[in-house]
Structures are given as C-alpha cells and as structure tokens.
C-alpha cells in the first residue's frame, strides 16, 4: 500500500522544523520513522505534512553521567545498545534494546521516536515508566519536561502536542542496592512481544527495601506495579499485578494467556532482579 498524499517539510534548523509544526496540526515528525512510516503505508496515520528532522544538526548525543542517561532524539538505537556507559549507569536500558525488533530495525530506529509513538508492546515505554524517566519537548514556545507517568495517554497517544518535538530522553541511574531484569515472549524473534516485564528490586544486605515491575504488551500503556509486599512470595506478588493490571485480548493472545504470561514474567524477573542486586554489592 502507498501512504495518503502529504507535504514533506526538510526543515533548515531546529526553529525551521517548529515552525513547520506549528502552522500545520497535521503535521508529523519523522525520525527514525521505523514505527511512523508502516502506519502511513498502512493508511493508519495520514499526516498533512511530514517534518523530516535527520538533517537537523546536534541532535544525535548519548549522554551518561552518575545521574542517569540522556538520549537526544535522533540517537539510534543500535548506538545505545552499543554504550557501554549506558549499561553500566543503567544496566535496564541495554537489557530491554537487546530485545527491540532486529539489528536493521535498530540501526535506524530511535530511542526518542519509540518514546513518543507509545506503543504499549514496546519495550521502551515500559522501562521509561519502570524507571521514573522523562521527556524533554519543545514548541516555539519554549522547552517543557513531561515525566513517565504522565506521558503516556492510551494506545499509541502520547501527551506530546502536535507543535513539539520531543529533544531528549532521561533514564535515571541504577541507585545503590538496586538490581534489574528484563524478559519478554514473543512468537518469533523480533515480533512485538505477546507480555514482556522489566524489574528493579532494591536491598539492604539480604532484604528487599523495594520491589517493582513494569508491564509491556499487557494493558493499553506501560503499566508498572509495586510489589514489594507481596516479595515473599512469587505468586502472591503475581496476584499483585494482576490486580492492577487488564490484560487485553486481540488476535496475538487471549486476556488468559497473557495473565498466565504475567504469572511467570513475574516470577522470573522478580527473581533475576534480586539476584542482580546482591551481585552488586561486591
């Protein structure tokens, strides 16, 4: 299929492309374009104008320091993967791209662009939310920072206005005593995950302080729950989730498989988290 006609816009600047964006609220940003052009061939989006924003300068950084990670909006994917700063600083991020699609998928997809697409079955949204992250955007009216938990909207709707573009992605840093892990399953390798989870467990010494997972192709957006009361036992904390959780039923997986899916992620991430959070105290 050929997408529907629009303009293409290949802005001289930063402020070129804002402005493009705020004349028209058709408009679209195109970035790695991984997610948005399939939808455009597919006449699922059908944008008045496209704002191609690869020519823009500067825009490509990958910035790690104790607090955490930046990664501005044309930052591949295959080059976070490939810090070894980002998986030291914080190690959930380069578990969840392993799993991002294929290597041809992730040479020209953004970490940003996923960010913003927020698609509940990718990986991405979930470790963002997981993490307590944040998007920084900006319109010619100046720059804003929208946090995790209020970025997300419903499927594929982010709380990014037409008129911004989304500049940078922060993931804070793995605190003292925490450990993560990340798990998905999906039919083949590559597909969107039927259920994925993310955790981060926090102890002192052999006890557990904190114990949280993040949800990914389970609810219409990244969902995260704390079960730290429940750490005692694996499925008492499964219980937990899934009662803050609505798994949907499509033509991928029923509502129960993907809960008996949250039954096991759970247990098994919780697990590899833990055990991450010991390793680390050495």
């Known amino acids: 299929m050929k997408p529907a006609p629009f303009k293409f816009v290949r802005p001289q600047g930063l402020q070129h492309a804002l402005e493009a964006l705020a004349a028209d609220p058709g408009a679209k940003v195109l970035a790695g374009g991984q997610s948005l052009v399939p939808l455009l061939n597919m006449r699922l989006a059908a944008p008045s104008t496209l704002v191609d924003i690869n020519g823009l300068p500067d825009l490509d950084a990958i910035a790690v320091t104790d607090e955490g990670v930046r990664v501005d909006a044309l930052a591949r994917h295959a080059d976070v993967l490939a810090s070894p700063d980002v998986r030291r600083v914080q190690p959930l991020v380069s578990l969840a791209l ?68 989304a500049l940078q992605a922060f993931f804070p840093a793995l605190a003292a005593g925490e450990g993560v892990a990340f798990t998905e399953v999906a039919r083949r390798h590559g597909d969107y995950a039927l259920c994925g989870a993310g955790a981060v467990v926090r102890v002192d010494g052999d006890a557990v302080v904190s114990a949280r997972v993040g949800y990914l192709s389970v609810c219409d957006v990244p969902t995260v729950v704390d079960v730290t009361e429940a750490w005692g036992s694996p499925d008492a904390a499964a219980d937990v989730a899934l009662a803050q959780l609505d798994p949907v039923d499509d033509i991928h997986a029923t509502a129960g498989y993907r809960a008996q899916l949250v039954r096991v992620l759970t247990r098994r991430v919780l697990q590899e988290a833990y055990d991450d959070a010991r390793s680390r105290r050495a």
């Open 98 to 165: 392993a799993h991002v699609a294929h290597a041809t998928i992730r040479n020209r997809g953004t970490v940003v662009g996923s960010l913003v697409h927020a698609d509940a079955a990718a990986e991405l949204p979930m470790v963002l939310s997981l993490l307590g992250g944040s998007v920084t955007v900006m319109s010619t009216a100046g720059l804003r920072r929208i946090e995790a938990a209020d970025l997300f909207a419903g499927p594929l709707e982010s709380t990014v206005r037409h008129d911004e573009i």
